[in-house]
């Protein structure tokens, strides 16, 4: 899809959809957060859509970029939003509703980073100076969306999954899923050194994609 791009052409039209891909998956969970009781996010600052609220040095930029340059594409994250979960009105369920809201918000995004795309293919040829850079951002936003919302729902704590999982799951099972947790991120890194990561969500990052540009007129 993106293979005929030079680096700085895929880094041109990664950043914008990157950014806005990690920093309102963090925005979102503050803001459900916030509704639900907890205004720890808000109280910080930490529900604005500014970037620099949120930037993680590593996570946000120079993860990003050495993936771009090394493989071809982009993945990174943001500052997590803080969340005190004792302020939330019914934890546990609340729990479940505030870690869905940032897969939930990269869904949306994909879709509207979908009509983008749509409405670039519609504009004149000769402005296929401003069309043909926000085609490939688009389906750049739907890409990085998707990954990031089915990365995020794997039932392995820390992820967004593992904390909807811990909050369902019946107590000895969300007690004893819980206590991955520390260990959580080596296991997702195994997986994703192994290539097992890419097998266990890429049929289902097709699938997402493949929907979104049939809704959005792509195909």
Known sequence: MFSHLSTLQLLAIAIVPTLFAIVLHEVAHGWIAYRLGDKTAYMMGRLTLNPLKHIDPIGTIIVPAVLIFTVGFAFGWAKPVPIDWRNLRRPKRDMALVAVAGPGANLIMAFIWGLIAKIATL?????????????????????????????????????????????????????????????????????????????????????????????????
């Open 123 to 219: 504009m004149p040829a000769d402005l296929s100076f401003v069309s043909e850079p926000l085609f490939y951002s688009g389906l750049f936003g739907i890409l990085i969306n998707t990954v990031l919302m089915i990365f995020n729902l794997l039932p392995i704590p820390p992820t967004d999954g593992g904390r909807i999982a811990t909050s369902l799951l019946p107590p000895p099972m969300s007690i004893a899923l819980s206590k991955v947790e520390p260990y959580g991120m080596f296991i997702i890194l195994g997986l994703l050194i192994t290539g097992i990561l890419w097998q266990i969500i890429g049929p289902a990052v097709d699938a997402v994609t493949f929907v979104i540009q049939i809704l959005t007129g792509l195909r």
